[in-house]
């Protein structure tokens, strides 16, 4: 199929050896139906790490590129590894892309990587996500998580998405500001948001401080604007165990990232 440039997305996976990219491109690509389902990286059944060291180390030495369709979109991922050994894997990948998705381990929190990269990504003017993974392992503590990242890299680091039912599922804090989460709230969230998006436009933050609300196709638009100036980095939790916000983190690929036009 071809595609035009306006559905094309292509996103960097970065971040610190262990934070599980190659497992979370699995669960996006098995979730997109591009493949039957998703592979084990201690079985050596991945995508990405495909060559026979990769398999015994269990963990990735090199560049991995996975091109797939979703919902009319052709979505580049290029899975990079985590090890600073590494690094002159990763980095170069950062020039191929428009958004670095930088993965945490929501178990060890902030690395040493998790800054380098969005420090390398934000120096290349790159749209950059911060995708908080493993969110249903124990003894994890995602809303002081939270309040790390927006201590370490701003206030501009907004949740996109809240984590709901025990970490078994994530609520949209965009588009349907009504559920529930297991900290904080929701509609606060989608209110931070806002706030946050309308700056980037005076004409709707105008409109905005005159009628209280504005309409989530009326952010699209300051949202891209706002991703490109480094206003925002947006929050996302998920699990590419358990399958708990993959649906929701391809929504945000195909809807709210923006394109190489």
């Known amino acids: 199929m071809a595609h035009s440039i306006k559905r094309i997305r292509t996103i960097a996976l970065v971040g610190?050896?262990?934070s599980g990219k190659t497992s979370l491109t699995e669960a996006l690509l098995a979730k997109a139906g591009a493949i039957p389902a998703a592979g084990s990286?201690?079985?050596?059944?991945?995508?990405?790490?495909?060559?026979?060291?990769?398999?015994q180390l269990q963990h990735s030495l090199k560049l991995a590129v996975a091109s797939f369709d979703f919902q009319e979109t052709k979505i580049h991922l290029l899975d990079t590894p985590g090890y600073p050994d590494f690094l002159g894997h990763a980095l170069p990948a950062l020039a191929a892309v428009e958004t670095a998705a930088v993965v945490i381990n929501?178990?060890?929190?902030?690395?040493?990587?998790?800054?380098?990269?969005?420090q390398a990504a934000a120096k290349r003017g790159l749209d950059r996500l911060i995708v908080v993974n493993k969110i249903d392992a124990d003894n994890v503590d995602l809303e002081e998580l939270l309040e790390?990242?927006?201590?370490?890299?701003?206030?501009?680091?907004?949740?996109?998405?809240?984590?709901?039912?025990?970490?078994?599922?994530?609520?949209?804090?965009?588009?349907?500001?009504?559920?529930?989460?297991?900290?904080?709230s929701v509609e606060?969230?989608?209110?931070?948001?806002?706030?946050?998006?309308?700056e980037v436009d005076e004409k709707l933050?105008?409109?905005?401080?005159?009628?209280?609300?504005?309409?989530?196709?009326?952010l699209h638009e300051p949202l891209e604007a706002a991703l490109r100036e480094g206003h925002l980095i947006p929050v996302v939790f998920v699990s590419a165990k358990t399958g708990a916000g993959i649906a929701e983190l391809l929504d945000v690929i195909v809807k709210l990232l923006p394109n190489p036009a």
């Open 41 to 55: 990286v201690e079985r050596g059944t991945t995508v990405g790490d495909y060559t026979p060291l990769e398999k």
């Open 106 to 118: 929501a178990q060890n929190g902030i690395e040493m990587m998790t800054g380098r990269f969005l």
């Open 188 to 198: 606060e969230a989608h209110q931070k948001l806002i706030d946050q998006v309308v």
């Open 148 to 184: 790390q990242i927006q201590a370490a890299f701003g206030k501009e680091c907004l949740p996109l998405n809240l984590p709901a039912g025990r970490a078994s599922k994530v609520s949209d804090c965009f588009f349907a500001p009504s559920g529930e989460a297991d900290f904080s």
């Open 16 to 18: 610190q050896s262990g």
């Open 205 to 218: 933050m105008e409109k905005y401080l005159e009628k209280g609300e504005v309409s989530p196709e009326e």
